[in-house]
């Protein structure tokens, strides 16, 4: 397995382009099956995620092509092949192939999705939505079998409001006879760049943003070029590991009105922020002060920059408690910090964070994406060189972090492994 060697102790300072958002682009990617024609989606980030979405694209019939961060699709060719596990299993949001599959020829045949092992993330919520529009699913030998002779509207409640049902049902909804109303629904910035994608292609969709989504079925859908938002979760990472290397950087392109809550948690930890034209400067000069914060559903703090936050407290002036309310198995990483010098304590959905003067560098494993960014942030802020293992998890979410890194000033080094690993295994 790929490895990264990092030598801690060393301010980031300067500037760093912020990549397309990974939870934006997967979407629109799957999204693009809905047109017959030619879709081109540019500021993709060139991450392993992306590319296993266009291996599953290919699979389906999609012509798909890239040019640095452009992605294209063409679409016509698209039948409703059964998308097998080999590559599914990389990541869940393969699942998100249903709803546009379902909508274009009332069937869809998927194998069971794999992914980050960070909680159940169970797709039940998907599935009801989709039977309460007329579907039908039955697995057999790990393959999920979705038909519909036409998709009706109907009311749909979420009792979670999941960013992927929420997507799934909507373009699904897109196409389906009648009116859609998805109750409770998720409220993402990434959710709110598909609907502005599927409206594009002639979707009619009404509140996104709010808790309840109106959408009005619609007969076909033309191809179209869009520009995927910038990742809010990359430019927290960044942010935050300015913060714990006590340096300064500039976020270019980062969006401050999709980050409020982490911006004021950071403020809380001491950093000074200032918003610029094209993004946000971070800087911090001293030891980070203790808070508490809660994940929650967006606008609420994001989970997937709770494993960052924690690295960055572990080393804080006081005690500061994290409450997880998103994944339950988002603390699996805490022994890995705690091999670093950090004292966490976790009980449920708890973790007490006692802060230590500083940590110390060790040999730790990236367990997903998230807790492997997190993992590279104490790193760079301990004493020390640290190796970190397993770095395919972060290559599935980020675009060339060590490069970005080292054009930070930071002293990173990836090793390669002997042999090639399959992505996401």
């Known amino acids: 397995m790929d490895r ?231 430019a927290g990472t960044f942010a935050i590991a300015a913060c714990a290397t006590r340096g300064r950087v500039v976020l270019e392109g980062a969006r401050a009105d999709h980050l409020d809550l982490v911006l004021s948690k950071l403020a809380e930890v001491g950093a000074d922020i200032l918003t610029t034209g094209d993004g946000l400067a971070i800087s911090m000069d001293r030891r980070p002060r203790a808070v508490d914060l809660v994940t929650l559903p967006y606008p609420g703090f994001p989970t997937d920059l709770q494993p960052q936050m924690m690295a960055l407290l572990a080393a804080a002036d006081g005690t500061s408690i994290v409450t997880e309310n998103v994944f339950e198995s988002r603390f699996m990483f805490v022994d890995e910090l705690n091999r670093m010098g950090a004292d966490i304590r976790t009980e449920g959905h708890h973790a007490v964070i006692r802060g230590v003067e500083r940590l110390s560098a060790a040999p730790v494993r990236a367990l997903d994406i998230r807790a492997g960014a997190a993992m590279v942030i104490a790193a760079l802020s301990a004493d020390g060189v640290s190796v970190v293992e397993d770095m395919y998890h972060v290559d599935r979410g980020y675009e060339d972090l060590e490069g970005k890194l080292a054009g930070l000033g930071a002293s990173v080094r990836r090793e390669r492994a002997l042999e090639p690993t399959r992505a996401g295994a």
Request: with cysteine.
């Open 4 to 234: 990264l060697l990092v030598v801690g102790g060393r301010p980031l300072v300067g500037s760093v382009r912020i990549s397309g958002a990974k939870n934006s682009a997967l979407k629109l990617q799957a999204a693009a099956l809905l047109a017959e024609g030619r879709s081109v989606i540019r500021n993709v980030p060139r991450i392993q995620d992306c590319g296993t979405m266009a291996e599953v694209l290919d699979h389906l019939g999609a012509a798909v092509a890239w040019d640095g961060d452009t992605f294209v699709v063409d679409a016509r060719d698209v039948r409703p092949r059964e998308t097998p596990y080999e590559l599914v299993s990389r990541m869940r949001a393969s699942i998100l192939v249903l709803g546009p599959l379902l909508a274009r020829f009332g069937e869809a045949h998927v194998a069971m999705p794999g992914g980050c092992n960070i909680g159940s993330r169970k797709i039940d919520l998907h599935l009801r939505g989709l039977e309460r529009m007329g579907a039908t699913f039955h697995q057999e030998h790990g393959v999920l079998h979705a038909k519909a002779n036409r998709l009706h509207g109907a009311v749909i409640n979420l009792d979670y409001p999941s960013v992927g049902a929420t997507e799934n049902v909507m373009m699904a909804g897109v196409a389906a006879r009648g009116t859609t109303v998805i109750e409770n629904a998720a409220r993402e910035p990434e959710l709110a760049d598909l609907a502005a994608f599927l409206t594009a292609m002639g979707a009619r969709i009404h509140g996104i943003g709010t808790p309840t989504i109106e959408i009005e079925g619609v007969d076909g859908f033309r191809p179209v070029e869009h520009r995927v938002i910038p990742d809010r979760i990359e």
